[in-house]
């Protein structure tokens, strides 16, 4: 259990959400946006069977690291990459590219390999049949930044609604490195918000813990209502207006996880559990749970703006992942020294 906290610093708030069937969803005024998740990586070279990492800003790396990339996204940007054993395909689209080797932009990703119907969501009328041949395709950026005179890139991954290609996209990035530089391998280290203490996110106050459980049974259910067969729970803790309920790794100190990856409150595990930390002056949310993939992925949902396609805007997100890939740099450099 999370705990002890003062009683005055922070409120509990369940909320017990009953299953909608597909004619109340379709039927609502409003439109629920998938989640826009963001995964941030530290990008180094090293030489195979050794631990050292060489930095980036020293030769023949400083100008390698940046032409080996500007060639992979070229290559991947003419046709598309099939996986077949997955049934994924993927390819690149570059909006910017700066001086350095910097790129912004899509990572076109898609899956394919099983028919579909695709209806029309009130009347259930089929407008298309999607082959197996046919291939789904969401854009997903991604933000490549080589920061002046320092020894590492950074690399981040959108996801959309637990979608995310980076897995993939960079195992292919990693081969292509290595057979163009024997010896030599390229590591994508994952930036893990939560688990350092002296990172902006680590050291930073934690306004709100949320936790959420889905499909409970109807035994749970009895121990907080009747009449629901088929529920989720989400539990919120929320500090005062200007408290905290501490330090996000401290909280991470104190979560209770399963084998499994689910975190144990009061008795019930939660597949998902959430942070809203203050980093400045904004809200970020950042998953802390494993059982779902989400540990380390930054929520960006309510940051940024949803364009009609139901994408983030590009302006939006593009803002928003350089100043986070700021944030990193900014610790990272720190570990350097």
Request: net charge neutral; hydrophobic share 40%.
């Amino acid at each position: 259990m999370l705990a002890p906290f003062p009683a005055r610093d922070f409120s509990y708030c369940f909320v017990i959400v009953k299953k909608l069937n597909f004619d109340a969803f379709v039927s609502g005024s409003g439109e629920v946006p998938s989640a826009i998740g963001l995964r941030a990586y530290c990008v180094r070279v090293f030489r195979k069977g050794e631990a050292k990492l060489l930095p980036l800003n020293d030769n023949p790396w400083r100008e390698a690291v940046p032409e080996f990339f500007q060639a992979f996204f070229a290559n991947h940007s003419s046709s598309a990459t099939m996986n077949q054993e997955k049934e994924r395909m993927w390819y690149f689209e570059e909006l910017k590219r700066g001086n350095r080797g910097d790129s912004q932009g899509y990572i076109h990703y898609g899956t394919y390999g099983f028919e579909a119907n695709f209806v029309d969501g009130k009347s259930r009328r089929k407008r298309f049949v999607r082959t197996p041949s046919d291939v789904e395709v969401i854009p997903l950026f991604y933000d490549l930044w080589f920061p002046v005179n320092s020894p590492f890139g950074l690399m981040a991954f959108q996801s959309f609604a637990g979608r995310s290609c980076k897995e993939i996209v960079s195992n292919r990035i990693r081969e292509n490195f290595e057979a163009r530089y024997p010896g030599y391998s390229l590591g994508f280290r994952k930036l893990m918000p939560a688990v350092d203490p002296k990172s902006p996110f680590g050291d930073a106050p934690v306004k709100n813990l949320l936790f959420k459980r889905r499909k409970m049974s109807s035994d749970d259910a009895e121990n907080y209502m009747s009449g629901v067969d088929s529920w989720d729970l989400e539990l919120s803790i929320k500090a005062e207006r200007r408290g905290s309920l501490g330090k996000l790794f401290e909280i991470m100190q104190r979560l209770k996880k399963t084998d499994s990856g689910l975190v144990t409150f009061d008795g019930v595990d939660y597949e998902e559990v959430l942070a809203d930390v203050r980093i400045g002056s904004k809200i970020r949310r950042v998953g802390l749970s494993d059982a779902e993939g989400d540990f380390g992925v930054i929520d960006l949902t309510d940051k940024i703006e949803i364009a009609a396609n139901g994408h983030p805007a590009p302006h939006s997100i593009i803002q928003e992942v350089r100043g986070i890939l700021e944030n990193f740099d900014h610790i990272l450099r720190r570990e350097e020294e």
